[in-house]
T-cell receptor, first 113, second 112 residues
Framework: AQSVTQPDIHITVSEGASLELRCNYS??????LFWYVQSPGQGLQLLLK??????LVQGIKGFEAEFKRSQSSFNLRKPSVHWSDAAEYFC???????????FGAGTRLTVKP | DGGITQSPKYLFRKEGQNVTLSCEQN?????MYWYRQDPGQGLRLIYY???????QKGDIAEGYSVSREKKESFPLTVTSAQKNPTAFYLC???????????FGSGTRLTVV
């Protein structure tokens, strides 16, 4: 069955530390891949997306993600976390034959001062 | 500025009543979606519409209904048949699979 897994429900990092949020997918072929961020009580904002080409993609707010086909992963990274990055992060995939987006369960990020 | 507007932001409903959540977009997107969000479960697809006057059930359509009479509008009705309607509801629209989705700011529905 097609699925998106975010193994970490909650992550806490110190301000200024580096961050990596994990995402694994299980699809028949490489889907389109996305990361979204959600602040409490708000909608989702697109951080970045991968369709093809360079496997390291840059997004907004200093985030980047690396697609690794061999590991079926699309992990999100940031070199230095700011307190304003505290939010929930969702990995999402879209099968290349349709426009049906599937989401992981989300990872909640807490930033310590 | 273009975007998606969901209203109201907060909604309270008595058990046994139907309630309709509004979703309007001025992005000229063909596709629109409704998701339900519960803590720890991510987003689950309720209904989606790829074109006016056509829509399909998602994974959790029971107890919900939609209409798509205009390109800009995709209202969701939560009926009394929905057993556990208290949740955060998100509407989204899309220009196509290459572009991702644009989300509204959500409606929090509470059944009292």
């Amino acid at each position: 069955a097609q699925s998106v897994t975010q193994p970490d429900i909650h992550i806490t990092v110190s301000e200024g530390a580096s961050l990596e949020l994990r995402c694994n997918y299980s699809y028949g072929a490489t889907p389109y891949l996305f990361w979204y961020v959600q602040s409490p009580g708000q909608g989702l904002q697109l951080l970045l997306k991968y369709f093809s080409g360079d496997t390291l993609v840059q997004g907004i707010k200093g985030f980047e993600a690396e697609f690794k086909r061999s590991q079926s992963s699309f992990n999100l990274r940031k070199p230095s976390v700011h307190w304003s990055d505290a939010a929930e992060y969702f990995c999402a995939v879209v099968h290349r034959d349709n426009n049906d987006m599937r989401f992981g369960a989300g990872t909640r990020l807490t930033v310590k001062p | 500025d273009g975007g998606i507007t969901q209203s109201p932001k907060y909604l309270f409903r008595k058990e046994g009543q139907n309630v309709t959540l509004s979703c309007e977009q001025n992005l000229n997107h063909d596709a629109m979606y409704w998701y339900r969000q519960d803590p720890g479960q991510g987003l689950r697809l309720i209904y989606y519409s790829q074109i006016v006057n056509d829509f399909q059930k998602g994974d959790i359509a029971e107890g919900y209904s939609v209409s798509r009479e205009k390109k800009e509008s995709f209202p969701l009705t939560v009926t009394s048949a929905q057993k556990n309607p208290t949740a955060f509801y998100l509407c989204a629209s899309s220009m196509g699979q290459n572009y991702g989705y644009t989300f509204g700011s959500g409606t929090r529905l509470t059944v009292v």
